[in-house]
């Protein structure tokens, strides 16, 4: 269920947050540096007013804070061998920690290749509402871009200005149809969404950013702004601190 309503199905609001991210080789991938993005994430939350809490131990990061914090995921999926053999023993683990935070109505801000992360617990997709398909998916090179803004559809969003940057434009992204695209790119003539989001009807907020590549993506100040938003939003707080 998708809607812009702030009232009824709201989440309480929740000021602590936690940025799940990985030093490598689980829950990381070649292409990201996820520890960069994870600390400049905590500094614009920390700056929104939330306490935030840094984590590389995904699994057990996930069982402290399900359903009493905003979980951010500035992780991704470990492409092969050792990496990838935590990642699949740990996934029940995730997975019913992931059911626990949503059946609460946690909140959950995802960003970049947190469309890649925890490919072997399906009801994270359920979740988050879009993913990274190896093989489908892309993006135009990283590079200097403007994005176009929906700035009259939600309160994440409302009179913002679409926003330069230097990133890569995620495309051809699975996204579930219950999700309401926010922000958008124009690829080989089809507009592709970037920000996504959608209400569980637990009350628990999810919001998908697939921008995020790198630091640089947060140097504007539309950027940090759209960023900051997105958290609030899904915590249940208003736009502004």
Request: glycine letters at 10%.
């Amino acid at each position: 269920m998708t809607s812009t309503d702030t009232t009824a199905t709201d989440p309480a609001p929740r000021r602590t947050a936690v940025v799940l991210t990985s030093s490598g080789p689980a829950y990381a991938d070649p292409w990201h540096d996820l520890t960069g993005v994870a600390a400049t994430i905590a500094e614009l939350l920390a700056e929104t007013g939330f306490e935030v809490e840094v984590r590389d131990d995904v699994a057990a990061a996930l069982e402290d804070h399900a359903g009493r914090s905003l979980v951010v995921v500035s992780c991704s999926g470990a492409v092969d061998g050792e990496g990838r053999d935590q990642e699949l023993a740990e996934a029940d683990r995730v997975g019913a920690a992931l059911d626990r935070h949503a059946a609460a109505g946690g909140p959950v801000l995802a960003v970049h290749a947190g469309g890649m992360a925890f490919p072997a617990v399906p009801s994270w997709h359920a979740l988050l509402g879009a993913r990274w398909v190896h093989g489908t998916s892309g993006h135009p090179d990283l590079g200097l871009c403007t994005v176009q803004v929906d700035r009259g559809a939600h309160p994440v969003t409302a009179d913002l200005a679409d926003v330069t940057l230097e990133d890569e434009r995620y495309s051809d992204l699975d996204v579930a149809p219950d999700r309401q695209p926010l922000v958008t790119h124009e690829h080989d003539g089809r507009t592709h969404p970037l920000v996504l989001v959608g209400t569980l009807p637990s009350g628990s907020r999810a919001v998908y950013d697939a921008l995020g590549h790198d630091a640089r993506s947060y140097a504007s100040a539309e950027r940090r702004e759209l960023l900051r938003r997105e958290a609030r939003w899904a915590a249940g707080l208003p736009p502004v601190a």
